[in-house]
């Protein structure tokens, strides 16, 4: 096969170096600028590392013993301060402002979910640039020490009662995920299998796993669709996990949405409550189980939250209850849909919108809301500038980003919008 030798000279989008041979560009992941490579050219414009020839001075050597064959963590071969550095460099670019990335509080074992793959000989990962292959996760490094135990025990389990992992080409057999969700601040952990249409026995499960889960759920998704949720069909324990965050205790339903790394979301959490000193109605919008909208209803005279997953809006409802909290209700909804339909004047919206931002909707609704701030806080910093864009009268007064997923190169960005 063709090899090139590659000057790595910048980052993509996506955290893959871009790789110049004559008037050629790759993308090369695992490659990093400031490093000269052998690749393989792969089609579309990428290229395979084959061996770094020169390596750049950012480079350390990865902790983790299957860094570059798991998908995941492809930063790991950049020491953490160049990491925070062209995040930074990400956001510069976008907002043309300076940014200073802060750093996450815990760099390993910060992650408080892995979904794993279920396979017939290892539960892990997607192995990288792979659509079936599975990459053992033993040893990972991003949720606990615990989860080896966890991954351990579950094989011996799964292999002593026979039960067949899901073949994803041939569209065939039982087990498909190993969704493992911790509580950080509260011990507690939830451990959700994914199964196709069968009998999966939950109760004995549990048992093996002893005192590593306080809560096993069983879902089925029968669909063709890789995904790592499912209809609920049983559980032992609680069939949730709570989380604690500034002093809020958070119900999170099984397969609801929670903030990934919760050290980092309590800074996030404090950041927000500093720039939203005495605001009188706040709107969250897609609140998930009430993060935000309980965080900051000390602050506020009124909370309005939305969001689209049903069952996380009835934890929110709980979640409000729960922690003595009585001027914060929550509906659920599209967003798109929803927003138009609540009532009166808002001071403050807060937004928190998935990877994809804001629908244009949403965007047409804000501007007529025409709220004194926007806070904007979001996983995909490329999506919040062109939103931003669209907002009309506001500029950024204040922009702080975050590292919430160290060893990716996501960047957790959250944007003061105030109008002119
Ligand atoms: C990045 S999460 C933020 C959740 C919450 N703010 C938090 O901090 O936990 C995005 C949330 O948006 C919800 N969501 C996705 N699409 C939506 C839509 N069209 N309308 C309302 N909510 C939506 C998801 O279910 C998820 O809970």
Same mark, same amino acid.
């Given at each position: 096969?063709?090899?090139?030798?590659?000057?790595?000279?910048?980052?993509?989008?996506?955290?893959?170096?871009?790789?110049?041979?004559?008037?050629?560009?790759?993308?090369?992941?695992?490659?990093?600028?400031?490093?000269?490579?052998?690749?393989?050219?792969?089609?579309?414009?990428?290229?395979?590392?084959?061996?770094?020839?020169?390596?750049?001075?950012?480079?350390?050597?990865?902790?983790?013993?299957?860094?570059?064959?798991? =998908?995941?963590?492809?930063?790991?071969?950049?020491?953490?301060?160049?990491?925070?550095?062209?995040?930074?460099?990400?956001?510069?670019?976008?907002?043309?402002?300076?940014?200073?990335?802060?750093?996450?509080?815990?760099?390993?074992?910060?992650?408080?979910?892995?979904?794993?793959?279920?396979?017939?000989?290892?539960?892990?990962?997607?192995?990288?640039?792979?659509?079936?292959?599975?990459?053992?996760?033993?040893?990972?490094?991003?949720?606990?020490?615990?989860?080896?135990?966890?991954?351990?025990?579950?094989?011996?389990?799964?292999?002593?009662?026979?039960l067949e992992a899901y073949d994803i080409l041939a569209?065939?057999?039982?087990?498909?995920?190993?969704?493992?969700?911790? =509580?950080?601040?509260?011990?507690?952990?939830?451990?959700?299998?994914?199964?196709?249409?069968?009998?999966?026995?939950?109760?004995?499960?549990?048992?093996?796993?002893?005192?590593?889960?306080?809560?096993?759920?069983?879902?089925?998704?029968d669909s063709l669709a890789d995904v790592s949720f499912?209809?609920?069909?049983?559980?032992?324990?609680?069939?949730?996990?709570?989380?604690?965050?500034?002093?809020?205790?958070?119900?999170?339903?099984?397969?609801?949405?929670?903030?990934?790394?919760?050290?980092?979301?309590?800074?996030?959490?404090?950041?927000?409550?500093?720039?939203?000193?005495?605001?009188?109605?706040?709107?969250?919008?897609?609140?998930?189980?009430?993060?935000?909208?309980?965080?900051?209803?000390?602050?506020?005279?009124?909370?309005?939250?939305?969001?689209?997953?049903?069952?996380?809006?009835?934890?929110?409802?709980?979640?409000?209850?729960?922690?003595?909290?009585?001027?914060?209700?929550?509906?659920?909804?599209?967003?798109?849909?929803?927003?138009?339909?609540?009532?009166?004047?808002?001071?403050?919206?807060?937004?928190?919108?998935?990877?994809?931002?804001?629908?244009?909707?949403?965007?047409?609704?804000?501007?007529?809301?025409?709220?004194?701030?926007?806070?904007?806080?979001?996983?995909?910093?490329?999506?919040?500038?062109?939103?931003?864009?669209?907002?009309?009268?506001y500029e950024v007064e204040e922009l702080s980003p975050?590292?919430?997923?160290?060893?990716?190169?996501?960047?957790?960005?959250?944007?003061?919008?105030?109008?002119?």
């Open positions: 096969m063709r090899e090139l030798e590659l000057e790595i000279v910048a980052l993509d989008k996506r955290g893959a170096g871009i790789g110049k041979s004559g008037k050629k560009r790759y993308r090369v992941d695992y490659a990093y600028p400031g490093d000269k490579v052998l690749a393989t050219p792969m089609g579309r414009g990428r290229a395979r590392l084959v061996k770094v020839l020169e390596a750049s001075e950012a480079r350390v050597t990865p902790r983790c013993e299957h860094f570059s064959r798991c =998908g995941s963590c492809r930063w790991q071969g950049l020491s953490y301060e160049a990491q925070l550095r062209f995040k930074g460099e990400v956001i510069q670019k976008l907002f043309a402002q300076e940014a200073q990335v802060k750093p996450s509080p815990k760099i390993w074992y910060y992650r408080n979910r892995m979904d794993f793959t279920i396979a017939s000989h290892a539960i892990g990962m997607r192995r990288y640039s792979s659509f079936a292959e599975v990459e053992s996760a033993e040893g990972c490094l991003l949720l606990s020490k615990e989860s080896d135990e966890i991954l351990r025990l579950s094989q011996e389990f799964f292999q002593e009662k026979k569209k065939k057999g039982f087990l498909r995920y190993l969704v493992v969700r911790e =509580g950080k601040f509260t011990g507690q952990r939830l451990i959700n299998v994914v199964t196709t249409e069968g009998k999966f026995p939950v109760e004995e499960y549990a048992g093996t796993l002893g005192e590593f889960a306080n809560s096993v759920v069983w879902a089925v998704n499912g209809e609920i069909r049983a559980h032992t324990g609680e069939g949730y996990l709570e989380e604690r965050l500034g002093g809020i205790t958070y119900r999170i339903p099984a397969f609801s949405f929670f903030q990934t790394n919760p050290y980092q979301a309590e800074c996030l959490l404090a950041c927000v409550k500093s720039w939203l000193g005495g605001r009188e109605r706040l709107l969250d919008l897609y609140c998930g189980v009430g993060t935000f909208s309980l965080a900051l209803a000390d602050l506020a005279s009124e909370v309005v939250g939305i969001e689209e997953d049903a069952e996380a809006i009835e934890a929110a409802k709980l979640n409000a209850v729960l922690n003595d909290i009585n001027n914060a209700s929550f509906i659920a909804g599209k967003a798109e849909a929803t927003l138009a339909k609540v009532g009166g004047r808002f001071d403050a919206v807060l937004v928190d919108p998935p990877r994809a931002g804001l629908h244009p909707k949403v965007i047409a609704a804000l501007n007529k809301l025409s709220p004194e701030v926007i806070i904007y806080v979001s996983c995909n910093p490329y999506t919040q500038a062109e939103d931003i864009k669209k907002l009309e009268g975050f590292d919430m997923f160290p060893h990716t190169p996501h960047v957790e960005n959250i944007a003061l919008l105030s109008r002119r």
